[in-house]
């Protein structure tokens, strides 16, 4: 199982038409590098959620994934108009989405706290008309299937 592995990935804000094309890519890099099925799903909800902020509310974004034998790291940097109120912004239902945006079927202000639940460490930080960075991290579950 080969579980060292960086990558980054560029999204175009705006562009819909290829939204969930990242973190499809990213789970199945993933799955093919063995990790955990249970780790793959979170990470691919994680991942989603953000691709789907950048696509939404920024002009681009990267997305860079770091895999490691005890855990996966997953930086998200946009340029886009940042969030003047982070701790309103992690609220359920809490959506800044154009009505536009919601009439596709996103924005319904679920984003942050999918995040978060689904990983072991969130930090958001951000820059009002500059941008946002998230830091998400995924501890690996590694068990010993050796008898001793």
Not at 44 to 70: C, F, K, L, R
Not at 97 to 112: L, Q, S, W
């Given at each position: ?81 940042g969030i003047e ?64």
């Open positions: 199982m080969r579980l060292n592995h960086e990558e980054s990935f560029t999204i175009q804000g705006g562009n819909f038409l290829d939204a969930g094309e990242v973190s499809i890519h990213i789970k199945r890099m993933l799955q093919d590098m063995g990790v955990a099925p249970e780790i793959l799903r979170r990470v691919a909800i994680a991942t989603y959620e953000s691709e789907i902020n950048i696509i939404s509310y920024a002009t681009w974004g990267v997305i860079h994934i770091q895999v490691s034998p005890e855990e996966v790291v997953i930086d998200v940097d946009d340029e886009g108009p109120d982070i701790e309103l912004a992690m609220q359920v239902g809490y959506s800044t989405a154009t009505d536009k945006i919601r009439e596709m079927g996103f924005g319904a202000g679920m984003g942050f706290p999918n995040i978060k639940h689904c990983s072991d460490s969130f930090e958001v930080t951000s820059k009002v008309n500059k941008g946002t960075h998230l830091k998400i991290k995924f501890k690996m579950q590694q068990t010993d299937t050796t008898e001793s």
